[in-house]
């Protein structure tokens, strides 16, 4: 199929791309690398009647570390993600989560800001934005603001964003000390989205307690969330805590888990306990080591 009739726009300039989302308003949609956007225009399961092609605005690209954290530009795509050191460093989680999204085609094209904008609960960077606390950047003629990821995501693919704002960029906080990370998901097939998955952070004391964690989960609801039951069970508790055990809680509290022709909700739970219960054995595994 082919998509419906649309106007294109490719602004050379944020500022001329808020512009324009200004004066188009709700019949606008922002094209970012359109992995995801091509696709549901093509199949039209969605229509706009201008798209903004922000791909070509050069201030939109690049990846920045302060002495705290790591700025990802919105227009930074995923292939850059997946071979900076700087990301592994700074934040391994982001790296580690990269190879997850798609085949490396995807990859190639596929943007951060694109994925989070989008706000797929079974996407990978959201949910690294929601475990990490990340804050995400968005400008308009109005002004800029930066939104907490855990009020980002309002629901299936679904964002705080107002019509006349760009995603400008991304804030993930660093983690220090003895961490471990880790990401687990299944899905049928690499590179399908994951029926359900977990993304862990874990911080050890000197005594190998649990410092600080967090977990969080994709497919699994109608956004990417956090595990808070899990994560308050296991602070101050012994690294050895059994694996299982957090994996059964961080299923807690879960009612809205997504029943469809990949899985039941009870099947999906199931799943998700098993990948919190691999990505917090791994990710204790690589705290203890140092």
């Known amino acids: 199929m082919k998509p419906s009739a649309f106007e294109y ?15 188009l308003g709700d019949g606008a949609k ?22 903004v092609d922000v791909g070509r605005i050069p201030e939109l690209k690049g990846i920045h570390r302060e002495a705290d954290a790591l700025i990802v530009r919105a227009g930074t795509v995923d292939a850059a993600i997946e071979r900076d050191a700087d990301v592994m460093a700074a934040v391994p989680l982001l790296g580690r989560a990269t190879p997850f999204i798609g085949h490396f085609q995807i990859r190639n094209r596929g943007t951060v800001g694109g994925s989070i904008a989008h706000a797929d609960p079974a996407a990978e960077y959201p949910a690294v934005a929601v ?10 003629s109005r002004g800029t603001r930066r939104i907490p990821a855990r009020e980002f995501f309002r629901g299936f693919w679904s964002t705080d964003l107002d019509a006349d704002e760009l995603l400008v960029g991304v804030r993930f906080p660093g983690w220090t000390g003895r ?36 977990i969080g989960l994709l497919g699994l609801g109608p956004t990417p969330l956090r595990a808070t039951v899990a994560e308050e069970e296991a602070c101050g508790q012994k690294a050895d805590i059994a694996v299982d055990e957090v994996g059964l809680l961080a299923m807690s ?14 099947y999906r739970t199931r799943v998700g306990a ?4 691999r990505a917090w054995d791994a990710a204790i595994g690589e705290a203890t080591r140092g």
């Open 274 to 277: 098993a990948m919190v219960a």
């Open 9 to 23: 726009h490719a602004p050379r300039s944020t500022d001329e791309a808020v512009a324009l989302l200004a004066e």
């Open 131 to 140: 475990t990490l606390d990340a804050e995400i950047e968005a400008t308009s």
């Open 179 to 214: 961490c471990g990370f880790a990401v687990r998901e299944f899905a049928r097939r690499h590179g399908d989205f994951a029926i359900a998955g977990a993304v862990v952070a874990v911080q050890l004391d000197g005594d190998d307690r649990i410092e600080r964690c967090a």
């Open 30 to 51: 922002v094209l970012a690398g359109g992995q995801s956007l091509i696709p549901m225009l093509s199949l039209r399961l969605a229509y706009f009647d201008h798209l």
């Open 253 to 266: 509290g879960l009612d809205e888990v997504p029943s469809d022709v990949h899985g039941s909700a009870g």
